[in-house]
């Protein structure tokens, strides 16, 4: 029946479409479908100015145990998998030089130690020292033609898939999740675009959802709305002992700058992206820095 479902997706960012075309791909799942307030998938999140771009792997990211970064490293290697199998992936990811820079005694110091436990685990892992970093990226090694005075370290690797442009990717699966839908007369998918869920409640074992003019009815319910998912989860009865604290960043441009992705070493007292400046896959020429962190009282 129209708009009944056994999946039913809120959000086509890039966990609701991977999420589409695994259970397209992978599952007996017949009838899917996805609702997105926007007239195309990755509009908010997984848009491509609002996030770093970059594939986590786990090796450089300093706030992460190694139990944590090998988990990120298994879900970055299907990622990328699966992106340079696609015919665009040249629009989908990318190869930058990335490091983690570590300057003064006490940051030099835990980058050696981390490069003895995670070296094992990362062949390509490398520790830089001033020269090599200069040789990567000269612009953080040198100034005015001379090595800067700074005790300066860093970790990295320069021949690896960093960079990964979200939005594209979020559209490459709804697009081979049609595919595969196509294979398989049984199954149907239903893209329900410039749809606003307005409300969701639990009825006779599955859900009932409804937007500005459309009620859909599913068994199975998945919400990959950002930081409206909350809202929606509340208005099911769960996690009423959380809230969202809206946390806004933003990125700068210059001119270029680095060759490759450049990070510092993570505050532990703060829950964020550790700030970085990198190329933008989608700017040419430019070079990024960010993100910043301010508390903005809006979802998106």
Do not use: W
């Not at 699966?173 to 595969?180: L, S, W």
């Not at 859909?216 to 604290?245: E, I, N, P, Q, W």
């Amino acid at each position: 029946m129209q708009n009944q479902y056994d999946l039913l997706i809120v959000g086509a960012g890039v966990s609701g479409s991977a999420l589409l075309y695994l259970s397209t791909k992978y599952t007996d799942i017949t009838h899917i479908g996805v609702i997105e307030k926007y007239a195309a998938p990755a509009r908010v999140n997984s848009l491509s100015s609002n996030n770093s771009q970059t594939l986590h792997c786990g090796d450089i990211e300093t706030n992460y145990t190694l139990d944590k970064a090998l988990k990120v490293k298994r879900a970055a290697n299907m990622l990328r998998n699966y992106a340079v199998a696609q015919p665009d992936a040249h629009h989908i990811i990318f190869k930058y030089p990335k490091m983690v820079l570590g300057v003064g005694e006490a940051e030099c110091k835990l980058l050696r130690q981390r490069f003895e436990t995670f070296s094992p685990h990362y062949p390509n892992l490398k520790l830089l020292d001033k020269k090599a970093i200069a040789r990567i990226e000269p612009k953080v090694a040198m100034h005015n033609d001379k090595f800067r005075e700074d005790d300066i370290i860093a970790l990295g690797s320069t021949d690896e898939y960093t960079a990964v442009n979200f939005e594209a990717l979020s559209r490459s699966f709804v697009r081979q999740g049609e595919i595969e839908a196509e294979k398989h007369p049984e199954k149907t998918i239903d893209l329900h675009y410039n749809e606003f869920v307005s409300h969701i409640r639990i009825d006779n074992g599955g859900f009932i959802v409804q937007t500005q003019g459309t009620c859909f009815r599913t068994r199975s319910l998945v919400v990959c709305a950002g930081g409206h998912s909350l809202k929606l989860a509340h208005d099911m009865g769960y996690g009423l002992h959380y809230s969202v604290l809206p946390i806004a960043g933003s990125y700068y441009f210059t001119p270029h700058v680095l060759n490759g992705k450049v990070y510092t070493v993570q505050n532990d007292a703060l829950p964020f992206a550790a700030i970085h400046g990198d190329p933008d896959v989608l700017v040419p020429g430019a070079t990024r820095f960010g993100p910043t962190a301010l508390v903005l009282p809006i979802l998106e």
